[in-house]
């Protein structure tokens, strides 16, 4: 029967059509005809009305538990010092302040919070997103359901197929531009078959970027160092401009993706027994950069994905590279879908699925101005400065945290410096010869 | 679809707990959710090393003290009840509570906390705290920063200034007197948002 097959036929044309004229072309040559632009107001307007139909549900509902974006805790103990007795001198009170940040953290810790997604003061009816989901009204759980069938049966097979073009012509076409000698036209031409590529995956994630200061995009020769939230960042970044990519030679098809790119242009893809030797690692990072004419290396210094409402502290090593750092800060808005890449939690093949049957990936990428090393300053130092202007802009906290932590255990110095901190209160800064007095005073100074 | 009420009726005898701590069904589950998080082995109990996996704790001078408490003495894992029972000593003083002659002293009155926190000091549980026991933990909170000599001197000084019955140790009486004007619920408390 002819007549079934005719149909499939003429829609999967119609499909084709659509997919290229309307999407990949337009975003091919990076203008929009902004349809995203018009879904995104309608989303909104619809996660508005969505959240004050909840709000007045938990009214009138009690009992419900209301979502935390904060955090459970409300902290506003004073510091130690305000919280000892008096100052120099013991009071069997001051270790309540100890015991009670142990009870605190016990409760709920600033560094376990950021390597889990975000709590959203109101709900983008996901409900991956939502811990408290109840049945508050029949039209919510209506939108919810039509919601979900949109996300999975039309945005769904529309991204993947993108993505997958997007791969497939990033893999051929690099390759094909590898044949070419090294030339400017080779280079040139590179970086359009980069740009395209990526246009088409980001339009595979319903990516929606916003570009600040563009004058500051980081230039030849540079390292640029942004803040890590998911992998997604290098296809965030990579729309507005080629990089050289740093990082570990995977086999399979990452393997395929990654030896097709560094043959049109130069990345930088280590062996894993490299990766071990900081000093080979920093030598071909040194070389690459100091060859002027080579595209900006990308690199996270965060070291693993924070889930984008703070930054952690930045490895220092690549701030001992030299050349000029370009700081970028990226921030998702985390209304139309939840980035962050909880690596213990999903694998990156359900993180993909999670990315692709999400609303929409907005995001907000700012530009800051170059950095460079400056006299007397160690690497340390600048990569905190480094991380501060970018905290800063992004709207993010600024932690001293190990990102490491993630992994592993805390080091004897924290537990130092509170006890440091404890004793210049009590005892003095170097502790006073007069044996027993310490500088107390005679009259026994209890609390007010 | 993770409600309240499924997350309620998955912790059992929840109605005592709720009226022995005073938490509300909302307090409950978070701290349900804490428990589970903390607790990544999915054994349904708690392990002094499941605390020690808690970056602020470990960080903190007394933290073995603290995660010292949530055992009971020869226990080596702590449930859920006892968990939250623990941390309900910290929940704010309730001014509001009608008194009831002859009730039960509720976990987190000004008494029941200090009553905890002596605990901190009088590790053996003798009712006293003894010389040895306060240098213990002037140790833990100064460590490398002073001088054995002088924390024996701050130890020595504490317990004049608080030992009424001169008996060279601080009983739990002494202990009240010492701490009357100070505000044990603003210190002894954690507040949890909405």
New interface residues.
């Given amino acids: 029967m002819e007549d079934p097959w005719s149909t499939v036929h003429v829609l999967f044309q119609v499909w084709l059509t659509v997919l290229v004229f309307v999407i990949m072309v337009p975003a091919m040559f990076g203008f929009s005809l902004g349809v995203t632009g018009v879904y995104i107001k309608i989303l909104v307007k619809t996660l508005e009305w969505a959240t004050l139909r909840i709000q007045r549900g938990c009214k009138e509902q009690p009992?419900?538990?209301?979502p935390?974006p904060?955090?459970?805790?409300?902290r506003?103990?004073g510091s130690m010092e305000q919280?000892m007795?008096a100052k120099g001198e013991?009071?069997?009170?001051?270790?309540?302040?100890?015991?009670?940040?142990?009870?605190?953290?016990?409760?709920?810790?600033?560094?376990?919070q950021r390597f889990s997604s975000e709590e959203l003061a109101s709900w983008n009816l996901l409900?991956r997103t939502n811990?408290?989901?109840?049945?508050i009204s029949l039209r919510l759980t209506v939108i919810w359901g039509l919601g979900v069938f949109i996300r999975y049966s039309v945005l769904l097979p529309l991204r993947v197929t993108l993505a997958l073009i997007g791969l497939s012509t990033l893999v051929i076409g690099t390759t094909i531009v590898g044949f070419l000698p090294k030339s400017s036209v080779k280079n040139w031409l590179s970086e359009l078959v980069h740009l395209m590529c990526y246009r088409i995956c980001a339009r595979g994630l319903s990516a929606t970027i916003h570009y600040h200061n563009k004058e500051n995009r980081p230039k030849k020769g540079g390292i640029c160092v942004a803040n890590h939230t998911s992998p997604i960042d290098i296809v965030i970044l990579a729309n507005d401009g080629c990089y050289a990519m740093v990082g570990q030679i995977h086999g399979g098809l990452m393997g395929v993706l990654q030896r097709s790119m560094v043959r049109s242009c130069p990345h930088v893809w280590f062996e894993r027994s490299e990766m071990r030797d900081r000093h080979a690692v920093a030598r071909r990072l040194r070389d690459h950069v100091a060859a002027r004419t080579k595209l900006p290396i990308l690199i996270f210094p965060e070291g693993t994905c924070i889930n984008n409402t703070s930054l952690m502290m930045f490895k220092k090593g690549s701030f001992e590279i030299g050349g000029t750092i370009y700081p970028v800060a990226i921030k998702y808005d985390p209304r139309f879908g939840d980035a962050f890449w909880n690596s213990a939690k999903y694998n990156m093949v359900s993180y993909l699925l999670r990315m692709m049957t999400s609303w929409a990936i907005v995001v907000n990428v700012w530009y800051l101005p170059p950095m460079i090393l400056q006299e007397g300053e160690d690497a340390t130092q600048f990569a905190n400065r480094v991380k501060s202007a970018i905290a800063h802009q992004g709207g993010l906290l600024d932690m001293s945290?190990d990102g490491g932590?993630k992994r592993g255990?805390?080091k004897d110095t924290?537990?130092?410096?509170?006890?440091?901190m404890?004793?210049?209160m009590?005892?003095g800064e170097e502790?006073s010869d007069t044996?027993?007095t310490?500088g107390?005073s005679d009259a026994?100074a209890?609390?007010? | 679809m993770g409600s309240t009420n499924s997350t309620l009726s998955k912790i059992p005898n929840v109605e005592e707990l709720m009226q022995e701590t005073g938490f509300t069904p909302a307090h409950i589950v978070r701290l349900y959710d804490r428990f589970e998080a903390l607790d990544k082995e999915g054994k349904g109990h708690l392990r002094p090393q499941d605390f020690g996996e808690i970056r602020e704790l470990a960080m903190n001078p007394i933290g073995d003290r603290i995660i010292a408490a949530f055992f009971s003495p020869g226990q080596e894992i702590v449930d859920f009840h006892s968990f939250v029972k623990i941390l309900a000593h910290f929940r704010p003083v309730e001014k509001k509570r009608p008194r009831d002659a002859g009730g039960p002293e509720l976990v987190n009155s000004r008494t029941s906390k200090l009553k905890f926190v002596f605990q901190l000091y009088d590790q053996d549980k003798d009712g006293k705290i003894s010389r040895r026991e306060l240098l213990q933990v002037l140790r833990a909170l100064l460590e490398s920063q002073v001088t054995e000599e002088q924390l024996e001197s701050v130890a020595d000084r504490a317990i004049q200034e608080a030992d009424t019955d001169q008996d060279q140790a601080i009983s739990f009486e002494e202990f009240r007197k010492t701490l009357e004007k100070v505000n044990i619920d603003h210190k002894m408390s954690i507040r949890f948002l909405r």
């Fill in positions: 009992s419900l538990p209301v935390l904060n955090g459970l805790l409300r506003d103990g919280e007795a013991f009071a069997l009170s001051d270790a309540f302040y100890f015991y009670r940040k142990g009870m605190e953290s016990i409760v709920e810790d600033q560094v376990t409900t811990h408290n989901f109840r049945h945290w932590l255990k805390v924290f537990k130092e410096q509170q006890q440091k404890y004793s210049s009590i005892v502790g044996p027993g310490d107390l026994s209890h609390e007010q």
